[in-house]
């Protein structure tokens, strides 16, 4: 049966258009970032009933800015019967904080936006030492499963060393990664340049995390039937390291886009019925799952060819083979 398409012959144009991407995910992400209270140090308080969320932010800002607090930061959104308001502030001591917390009750009641201090329902309060811990955290935990992937591919592929490298296997497993994380990225800035309530969080941080071990499940099976064509064809003359590439995944992409479409509805299903943490985790991880099927079918491969250094080689017999 005649193919559509071919991927391996595009092993540039797939590239390419991978790096724009990148760029165009950076510039949408930065530009728009905004980190919650967790990780810049404040105040999270949820009072019963539905402010007026214009006026009370208003209210809020110039109460703070008349109390010396410096860089202050107001997020208010209504949900049901409840209200979430967000305080990110710059502070120098956990003591601060709490400070912050009494004051800011003190002036909901006084202003009577609560009757009393049993309209609070929930609170949480981050210090200096607190978010200092947290951002450490999230970027070592980040790091370290980058690493770890890495090494993963170097002892588990070290069979085919002789047709492919797997330092060049464990290099695109991580500039994947740096896709699979960046593209949701640019969709989660779009979502904060729309919306200025959204932040990055820690239920951010727990998606990334959780895409990353499903991305490269993806990618190390297409891997993992590249290394079995490689074996059973090896010693043949005439072998094309693309021709095997390009089988590779066809042979595994009906697999992945099954698993991705399915997995894609239990998401959308999230994201429709719940509200708050979890259908902010659920187009987070949507949206990865996407990014991560794509990097595995169109940029894992094509790259690994480039870095082989096999694409100029093998261009005019893969040219002349028909899709």
Known sequence: M??????????????????????????LFFGNVRLSEEFTGGVKITVAGVLDATTAKWDITNYLTSK?????????????????????????????????????KDFLIQK??????????????????VWAYMQKSAKNALIVGLLLMAIYMLFSFAGIR????????????????????????????????????????TVFIIAVLTNMGYSINDTIIIFDRIRENIKNKSGQKGMLIGKVFEDSLRQTMRRSLGT?????????????LWSGDIKQFAFTIGVWVIAGSYSSIFISAPL??????????E???MLALKD
């Open 260 to 272: 991705v479409f399915s997995l894609f509805l239990v998401i959308v299903a999230m994201y429709l």
């Open 304 to 313: 690994t060819y480039i870095l082989l250094g096999k694409y100029r080689k």
């Open 162 to 201: 002789k047709e492919i490298s797997p330092s060049i296997l464990a290099v695109v497993v991580v500039l994947t990664m740096v896709f699979d994380v960046w593209i949701p990225s640019w969709a989660y800035g779009f979502w904060m340049m729309v919306n200025h309530t959204m932040t990055i969080n």
């Open 112 to 129: 009577k936006y609560i009757g009393s201090a049993n309209d609070v329902l929930a609170q949480s309060i981050t210090g200096p030492s």
């Open 315 to 317: 261009r005019k017999e």
């Open 68 to 104: 010396w607090y410096q860089n202050t930061n107001v997020a208010i959104k209504a949900e049901n019967w409840s209200t979430n308001i967000s305080l990110r502030t710059s502070v120098d001591k956990d003591e601060q904080v709490n400070v912050l917390s009494n004051d800011i």
């Open 2 to 27: 005649k193919r559509p398409f071919s991927i391996m012959k595009r092993a540039y144009l797939r590239v390419g258009i991978w790096a724009a991407l990148l760029i165009v995910a950076a510039f």
